[in-house]
């Protein structure tokens, strides 16, 4: 209101003045008059007010059973429930059918390359499009994800298998249609088993821990792989994949390896066997790559524009490789290596063989996180894009379920895939249906085209792979990234990679996780701290070592502290607030000194108590609005500092405290009988600064200020 009028349209406009952005920017000569009183906490929290919530018992039951997954499992535990009957017939399903075919095409080629990681038939790739994905229709909540094989999870599950099982030769793959009762004695009273019954029992087990992460409402602990992790395990991972093909990509054979160090030693030996290399697998594998690599980068692109469908050209490469060598006798004239005999029909069901479960539970553990994490993340991206929500734990039932399923049948532990997600995604997926339709052509190609693919050269796969991983080797680039944004994340990212790399993927991630809670615990014992100066007469108060125009006001030290106080920070918080409001001063050390103590004095050893702090500081306001935790050592702590302060008659005040400390401080006080925290605590750091002005304007250091703020 201007003179008794309402402003007008215009006028309210001109005042807000729009920025490029769209929000209100008020002019810089536009005023503002807060009249109210210095409000002390206790006297606002009277006027506002204030309680402590108190929630009665009946809350914390529900609480209890909705974390429990009790509710969820009568009410949701099964979303096609709710999203089938609502199947728009005329707006979805053109889309779920082209999805469907799209991702069933992908399928065939990855499914049956990435088996080979995990050092089963080929044929057990095509399982896992299959068996799995039908389950995972019934408890899924996101219709975008692509599930089956995935490159790091099929190599994770090879190396169990590998540890585990007796290996068969290249070229006598055995029939793993029916594995039930192929468990022999090595002879020293040990079992050995299939590579299909140790995977079946690293399937069964993966599925049995996300279950049971479902059960307790666990789906938050993707949280714990932060993404420097990520990109530097899988990093790694795809440079271990890399490796695991060379042998394929040359047409060589090396010794077995197992244990750690890998990658040096599978170079190792390829280097020595490259004498024996066979040019004609070379030739096909430098072909294949070079043709699907100049697809992606040029000719897909350009269809991308013109149609949602993509080149199927790693399907063309399997079926044109299959067709060149049944013509030619690529085998009986080079001896190129081919993918073997290749079961039509569905496999026979077994059970995986339970007593295994023990000894593959710590293998299980890191697989579980690493699959639930990448398919969450997907999920997470197309929920965002499209608008709908995705139930991290309904998510953690769901693969479970489908891992326990697949178990049955010869699968590894199914994860999403990067690539063929962000096909069926651009394809036009709507629902869940799509899947349905990708396995039921799986099933086709099962029944009906499963032997044409036994003339297929293993360095063709293998190229099929190598040429997929270009996404993950690229992610080299983000250690730049990292570096620019913080060191730490750096450090995170450089040792996960190493460790993947260098030693084993288990002791990478396992490295990695350390690494993240190290970074964690470092950024808490480096918080930041500040001496807050005033602005231009006003009530805002900024670090003075960043902005130039806030000024600390004469014989008042205002310190902002940001992060936790809790017993790990006391310490650090005592020290610091000594260090900026001078009580310690640094020690001025001469050459002599510095030799003499070789530079073995600490941080704290390199400081002083000042005696004669109380007279240059009347007053310490602790500005505790960026406090966001505080527990009884940290109010022991305030305690300390202000007793210590005191008794250099220093005024001590708490400024900004947020309810959750107020009632932490309220709790210790009710404990404690002599050491209780007595200072006076305010809303806001300008209401302690103007307490403490008018204080000392009754003593006559300052000139007399109104009660209320005036600015």
């Not at 799509?434 to 029944?447: E, H, P």
């Amino acid at each position: 209101m201007r003179n008794g009028k309402r402003p007008s349209i215009d006028e309210e406009k001109e005042e807000l003045n729009p920025d490029k952005n769209g929000w209100a920017r008020v002019r810089p000569s536009q005023q503002f008059n807060v009249v109210r009183r210095v409000y002390q906490q206790d006297a606002l929290n009277e006027d506002a007010d204030y309680h402590e919530p108190v929630r009665p018992w009946k809350y914390h039951v529900k609480k209890c059973i909705r974390d429990c997954g009790i509710a969820k499992c009568i009410c949701g535990i099964l979303p096609i429930v709710d999203w089938l009957p609502k199947y728009k017939l005329k707006q979805y399903a053109i889309g779920d059918l082209t999805a469907g075919a799209t991702t069933a095409v992908m399928h065939i080629p990855q499914g049956m390359a990435y088996a080979m990681l995990a050092e089963v038939a080929p044929v057990a790739g095509l399982y896992m499009a299959f068996f799995p994905v039908l389950i995972y229709v019934l408890f899924g909540t996101s219709p975008h994800i692509s599930l089956g094989t995935f490159a790091v999870a099929c190599l994770m599950s090879g190396k169990v298998v590998s540890q585990y099982a007796r290996m068969p030769e290249i070229d006598n793959i055995s029939n793993i249609t029916n594995v039930t009762n192929v468990v022999t004695d090595s002879g020293n009273g040990s079992m050995e088993y299939t590579p299909e019954q140790v995977l079946s029992v690293l399937c069964l087990t993966v599925g049995i821990m996300q279950t049971c992460m479902w059960m307790f409402r666990l789906g938050a602990v993707s949280t714990l792989l932060s993404e420097p992790l990520v990109s530097g395990f899988t990093t790694g991972a795809a440079f271990i994949v890399i490796a695991s093909q060379l042998k394929d990509l040359f047409g060589i054979r090396i010794p077995k390896l197992s244990g750690n160090h890998k990658v040096i030693l599978t170079v190792i030996e390829v280097s020595k066997a490259l004498p024996n290399t066979n040019l004609a697998a070379v030739c096909i594998s430098f072909v294949v790559c070079l043709v699907i690599a100049l697809n992606n980068e040029l000719f897909k692109p350009w269809v991308a524009k013109r149609c949602r469908v993509p080149v199927p050209i790693e399907l063309l490469a399997i079926v044109i490789g299959t067709l060149v060598t049944k013509v030619t006798g690529l085998k009986e004239k080079f001896g190129i290596t081919l993918v073997g005999e290749i079961p039509t029909g569905l496999p026979t069901p077994f059970v995986p063989p339970l007593e295994l479960m023990p000894s593959v539970a710590v293998d299980s553990i890191t697989i579980t996180m690493v699959t639930y994490t990448i398919s969450m993340s997907m999920a997470l991206i197309f929920a965002a894009r499209d608008k709908y929500e995705v139930d991290s734990n309904q998510e953690l039932l769901a693969l479970g379920a489908s891992n326990v399923m697949g178990s049955f049948f010869c699968c590894a532990p199914i994860c999403a895939s990067l690539s063929r997600s962000y096909i069926q995604y651009q394809a036009g997926a709507k629902t869940n249906l799509t899947q349905v339709v990708s396995a039921l052509l799986i099933l086709c190609v099962l029944l009906f085209l499963g032997p044409f693919f036994e003339d297929l050269p293993r360095c063709v796969l293998a190229s099929i792979i190598v040429v997929s991983l270009k996404g993950m080797l690229l992610q080299v680039l983000d250690l730049k990234r990292f570096c620019y944004l913080s060191k730490l994340d750096a450090a995170v990212w450089l040792i996960t990679f190493l460790m993947t790399t260098l030693v084993n993927i288990d002791y990478g991630l396992v490295a990695g996780l350390l690494a993240s809670v190290g970074a964690l615990f470092i950024r808490s014992q480096k918080p930041y701290t500040c001496l807050l100066g005033r602005v231009l007469e006003t009530d805002l108060y900024l670090d003075i070592k960043r902005y130039r125009a806030a000024e600390e006001l004469p014989g008042i030290k205002i310190f902002h502290y940001c992060g936790g106080l809790n017993f790990a920070t006391k310490n650090l918080f005592r020290e610091t607030i000594f260090r900026k409001v001078g009580y310690m001063k640094p020690i001025d050390l001469t050459p002599e000194d510095q030799d003499s103590n070789n530079g073995t004095l600490s941080k704290s050893e390199s400081y002083v108590w000042d005696p004669s702090i109380g007279q240059k500081v009347h007053c310490v306001i602790i500005d505790a609005s960026a406090i966001s935790y505080v527990d009884a050592p940290g109010v022991k702590t305030l305690v300390v500092v202000s007793k210590e302060l005191e008794a250099s008659h220093i005024m001590v005040l708490l400024a900004g405290a947020n309810g959750p400390m107020l009632e932490m401080i309220h709790r210790y006080n009710e404990l404690e009988t002599t050491n209780q925290l007595r200072i006076d605590i305010f809303p806001t750091v300008h209401d302690a600064v103007v307490y403490y002005k008018v204080l000392e304007s009754k003593r006559g250091a300052y000139p007399p200020v109104p009660l209320t703020i005036n600015e």
